[in-house]
């Protein structure tokens, strides 16, 4: 039965290549900040400890990409969410992984982190989902 639903909606099979692509993305995007051979007796441990740096960069780039809305919000841009939703967090064009080192970097502080975005209105993003 799934497999007929599949075949016969293009709404859900649509549903499906978005996740499945979202998915494939981070698998990318993991591969490219991972470290060390493929040896198949330390696959397991290599993606599990290669989770968590992956999603540090993931959420330091999403951080980075609403400290930009916010300034084109403050400079009278318009923002919609599905403007927000458009861009993946995935990058790696700015990630160098054995590039440089600040090391005053412990000494700074950085702002509290604030997750609204409170000139979009997300009302009907959340009525679609």
Do not use: Y
């Not at 696959?43 to 400290?67: R, W």
């Not at 700074?108 to 009302?123: G, K, T």
Request: charged share 25%; glycine share 6%.
């Amino acid at each position: 039965m799934a497999l007929l639903r599949f075949l016969a909606g293009p709404a859900l099979r649509g549903r499906i290549a978005a996740v499945t692509n979202r998915a494939e993305g981070f698998n990318g995007f993991s591969r490219r900040l991972r470290f060390g051979n493929d040896d198949p007796a330390e696959q397991e441990k290599a993606i599990e400890f290669n989770s968590l740096p992956a999603n540090c960069a993931i959420f330091h780039t999403a951080l980075d990409m609403m400290e930009v809305m916010r300034q084109r919000l403050a400079e009278g841009w318009e923002i919609s969410a599905a403007d927000v939703a458009q861009p993946s967090p995935c990058l790696t064009a700015h990630i160098s992984r054995l590039g440089l080192c600040a090391t005053d970097v412990p000494r700074l502080r950085p702002d509290d982190f604030d997750p609204d975005l409170p000139e979009i209105d997300f009302s009907a993003s959340a009525e679609a989902a």
